[in-house]
């Protein structure tokens, strides 16, 4: 049996978040909600690991990342993959199912 392992990322745009001061083109410019995410896989099934909100803005492209706290509520409900979000739980029922197989055929086996 062969395993495949990844890794990847995805960005989604939440849509605008008001203007603010630009801290790189040194004016009041107007600024989007990114969604970032970082995921391992293994048979194409993942885990996400790492995950973070950014004001990136819409000018110069330079981005600040936020804390989760300072996220206005509007912009939490993020949507994953099935594959992605529950892909460890889906691993641990394979695992969990294998092992009592083999302890089934086990205690069924004639000595």
């Not at 194409?44 to 004001?55: D, E, F, N, Q, T």
């Not at 803005?57 to 990342?65: A, N, P």
């Given at each position: 049996?062969?395993?495949?392992?990844?890794?990847?990322s995805?960005?989604y745009?939440?849509?605008?978040c008001?203007?603010?001061?630009?801290?790189?083109?040194?004016?009041?410019?107007?600024?989007?909600?990114?969604?970032?995410?970082?995921?391992?896989?293994?048979n194409?099934?993942?885990?996400?690991?790492?995950?973070?909100?950014?004001?990136h803005?819409?000018?110069?492209?330079?981005?600040?990342?936020l804390?989760?706290?300072?996220?206005?509520?509007?912009?939490?409900?993020?949507?994953?993959?099935?594959?992605?979000q529950?892909?460890?739980?889906?691993?641990?029922?394979?695992?969990?199912?294998?092992?009592?197989?083999?302890?089934?055929?086990?205690?069924?086996?004639?000595r």
């Open positions: 049996m062969a395993f495949t392992f990844g890794s990847g995805g960005v745009s939440l849509g605008p008001g203007e603010s001061h630009c801290s790189n083109c040194n004016a009041v410019r107007p600024f989007d909600m990114l969604f970032y995410y970082e995921y391992w896989t293994l194409y099934l993942g885990m996400i690991r790492r995950k973070y909100y950014c004001k803005c819409q000018t110069c492209g330079i981005g600040t990342v804390a989760d706290e300072d996220v206005d509520p509007y912009f939490k409900p993020i949507r994953f993959p099935f594959r992605l529950y892909g460890w739980v889906i691993w641990l029922v394979v695992i969990v199912a294998c092992s009592l197989l083999v302890a089934y055929i086990q205690a069924i086996k004639p």
